[in-house]
């Protein structure tokens, strides 16, 4: 059975368990944070089973702390229509958004239209036009823009100054922060490689590098030296997203929020690879699903390993 991932599965994991007596841990209105990452198929995570070591050590650290789904599928393998699933609980044809288009005026409920309606600050940072039915949507503010500038979308520093300032504004606004932060990486240009295979100067250099002779080759490539060098470049890069995801983690634990704030992380579809991406298999669609609710998830895990004696 598939688990989506969707607006249906967000309300429902907020109404039931905090609605649950015995698993009120949480006073008030929790905040929200939303992670995702763009290309990145779930078994190039460490707790999802990735054969390579040392990928994603940040984001294990989530998955240690939360439940994973291992079972977590998005609805299709591309970024725009995958998104639009996520924040509305439809399919692509239910939402108007099949493809890399805007569509005006949806007769449907939108997470951010339910979420500020619920109180909350809700803003973004990156994938902006790709997670609403049109652009400009009704985002309270937009971090990827910081001060009149755009931040790198490869840079983990940045990430860190756009989390820390979605926290601050929601601050002041006097409500509690739903913040969806869009990690580029994966997703191509990867780490340092050009056209054609090109090595290039980057400037964003992840925290571990690795080479073409450690990766593991997945089932439906070929072993080949290009294949090798592409599948480098991708784990550096997967890499530098869990070194973009620990910066945004950072902010949230010098903002003083990060046992009132609930995490979600997962990657909108597969690696930017043949079979992977844009297509429908395993591979395509399967997502690193993680959830870390402090004081709540931890109780869920104990409940589930009790029912089982």
């Not at 707790?47 to 998005?74: K, M, Q, S, W």
């Not at 490539?221 to 890499?239: K, N």
């Not at 909108?268 to 609710?293: C, E, Q, Y």
């Amino acid at each position: 059975m598939r688990h989506r991932f969707t607006l249906v599965v967000l309300i429902g994991l907020f109404t039931t368990l905090s609605a649950a007596p015995t698993l009120r841990c949480v006073a008030g209105k929790p905040n929200l944070l939303i992670v995702t990452v763009d290309d990145m198929s779930c078994d190039s995570v460490g707790a999802f089973g990735c054969e390579l070591e040392g990928t994603t050590p940040n984001i294990d650290a989530l998955a240690a702390a939360g439940l994973r789904y291992h079972h977590a599928h998005v609805q299709v393998g591309n970024c725009y229509p995958s998104r639009n699933v996520m924040f509305s609980g439809r399919y692509p044809h239910n939402t108007g958004v099949e493809g890399f288009y805007q569509v005006k005026d949806p007769d449907y409920p939108h997470m951010v239209d339910l979420m500020k309606q619920g109180g909350y600050f809700v803003a973004i940072r990156g994938k902006v036009s790709h997670s609403t039915p049109y652009q400009p949507y009704g985002w309270d503010a937009d971090l990827t823009i910081l001060d009149g500038e755009k931040q790198d979308m490869k840079n983990a520093e940045s990430y860190y100054k756009s989390t820390r300032r979605g926290i601050a504004l929601a601050k002041q606004a006097g409500k509690p922060f739903c913040i969806n932060i869009n990690i580029s990486d994966p997703h191509k240009p990867f780490y340092a490689m050009g056209k054609q295979g090109a090595i290039v100067q980057d400037e964003n250099v992840p925290s571990r590098i690795f080479t073409a002779d450690e990766v593991p080759i997945p089932g439906f490539l070929f072993d080949h030296p290009d294949v090798r060098l592409e599948l480098a470049h991708y784990y550096s890069s997967v890499r530098r997203a869990d070194d973009c995801f620990a910066a945004v983690m950072k902010a949230l634990r010098e903002s003083g929020q990060d046992e009132q704030t609930v995490v979600i992380f997962l990657s909108d579809h597969g690696m930017p690879l043949p079979f992977a991406k844009t297509a429908l298999w395993n591979h395509s669609t399967r997502t690193p699903w993680i959830v870390r609710w402090p004081g709540v998830t931890a109780l869920v895990v104990i409940h589930k390993f009790l029912m089982m004696y």
